[in-house]
């Protein structure tokens, strides 16, 4: 049985959202609703993405420091997780120029994980940046007594500002006021950096996790920043957004998807990155829902991981095809990779492959000698220069 779109629940906000996460709708079709309330429940209880979004700010951290300390003798050839977010990589020595230019100076980021049905603020990650360089951060899990401040003229709750908000947009406005105080009360010397609130729903953060190609996650990043875009997609809100948008961020969604994860791609040297996915992600999916690591990961693999140039769809098309036929995504024609071209097995499968292929290379097969380094992060091994 394939499930549709009129099987996801009205009362779901971020229900028009769902098609286009491309790994997330897969799972959806194949199991439902029912398996998604019943696995949602196990993955907030386990608070899996709030661990693996904290393991991956600290090594991107550690990474950092590691660069301007000079222990990693090329930082050009060794990837890590951006800053603002810990989702997609980003070449070890452009992180702190990246941030910088795309956060400025002296700024606070605060990341905030919805629920997409209950609506309710899940958990909390906030990192703060001097000129570029991460000094400060925290979390707050589902069950920090901090969740239960309350806006000053509201009376609201930060857990329940967003089911109390018609938008992402004015919830982040809402939490704004609060978590400015936070930041004022634990930091006063940064009470007048820029402050910078991302609201994400869960839905959205899963399906970025489960992206294995980098060009394709920074399409799909692209895609869930633009959905309230009137130009694009011109949905009832954002998947995920920041408020305020910074600058060049907002010029980038503005640009299109290509332009977009083109950018975004020049900042890991216009190179295919297939991600590295952490064990305590491939250990819990492996545990808890064999089910998805097979169809989320393994299934990726058989089918081929696409190169570059086939991941850069332009929306347009997306939407055309929407229209044509129910679906935003499309099979992509000519070779992808595959674990034998690389020479791996699926036991090696998701260390992290940074390869010799950028947006203008032409599909074919390739082999292990496009292996640039295997890994991210301090754990970074150089295969060649």
Known sequence: MVFTYGDIPDSIRTKPFWPLGRTFWKLFQEYGINYWNKQKSTLIGSEIVYKLLKNRLNEAI?????????????PWRVLTYTLFPPIVAIRSDTQQGTMRLLFGDSVDCTFVIIDDESLETIFILNCHLEDGIPVNWWFVNSYDELLERRHLKLGYKL??????????????????????????????????????????????????????????????????????????????????????????????????????????GAWTGNKLFINHI?????????????????????????????????????SRDLIKNFKENGTYHFKTSGHKIHLEDLGIDEHDAFKGYYLRIDHNFIPQKIDPSYIISVGLGRNTKIIQD
């Open 62 to 74: 550690l990474t950092a420091k590691d660069v301007i300390d000079g222990k990693i003798k090329k």
């Open 159 to 264: 857990k329940d500002i967003p089911k109390k908000s018609k938008n992402l947009t004015q919830s982040a406005h809402y939490m704004m006021s609060i978590l400015k105080d936070i930041r004022n009360e634990r930091t006063p010397n940064w009470r007048n950096s820029t402050y910078h609130i991302a609201n994400i729903y869960i839905s959205g953060a899963i399906n970025a996790i489960l992206e294995l190609s980098n060009y394709a996650a920074y399409c799909q990043m692209w895609d869930g920043f633009a959905t309230a875009f009137k130009k694009f997609y011109n949905l009832n809100d954002y998947w995920f957004n920041f408020i305020p948008w910074p600058p060049l961020i907002n010029a980038l969604i503005n640009a299109g998807r290509r332009k977009f994860a083109k950018r975004w």
């Open 278 to 314: 952490e064990d305590i992600i491939l250990n819990w999916l492996k545990n808890d829902m064999p089910e998805v690591y097979e169809s989320a990961f393994i299934k990726q693999w058989e089918s081929g991981i696409e190169f570059p140039i086939q991941s850069l769809i332009s």
